[in-house]
């Protein structure tokens, strides 16, 4: 079992232990469509249209694959090897945060 991180970020897990996942290099992403739309108060805006996913890494059942929470959306009920998962960073997740209020750590992963 290998755990790949298809994110274009070190993600830190504090469990019981700490745990670093480097980024792999892969990177998945969503296409989309974007129709722009009558602006809002003078701002530019469009209408968002997610599509496949690419860049879906060859491997095993066994392994683990983490990915943006929208990837994961995009992806569900899809069947596909390994076992995909996003980093669970809501406000009732309890991530870690420094003292800027920034992410630095989850406690938690979505599935």
Not at 8 to 29: C, N
Not at 30 to 41: C, E, G, I, N
Not at 80 to 90: E, N, S
Request: hydrophobic letters at 40%; one cysteine or more.
């Amino acid at each position: 079992m290998s755990i790949i991180n298809c994110t274009p970020h070190k993600i830190v897990y504090h469990g019981l232990e700490v745990r670093e996942f480097e980024p792999s290099g892969t990177v998945l992403r969503v296409l989309q469509d974007s129709d722009f739309v009558d602006p809002v108060a003078d701002l530019v805006t469009q209408v968002v249209t997610y599509g496949e996913v690419i860049n879906y890494p060859d491997v095993d059942d066994s392994d683990v694959v983490i990915v943006s929470q929208i990837v994961l959306n995009a992806l569900r009920g899809k069947a596909l090897p390994g076992t995909v998962i996003a980093p669970a960073t809501g406000p009732g997740d309890n991530p870690v945060r420094d003292e800027k209020g920034m992410i630095k750590g989850v406690t938690r992963f979505n599935v």
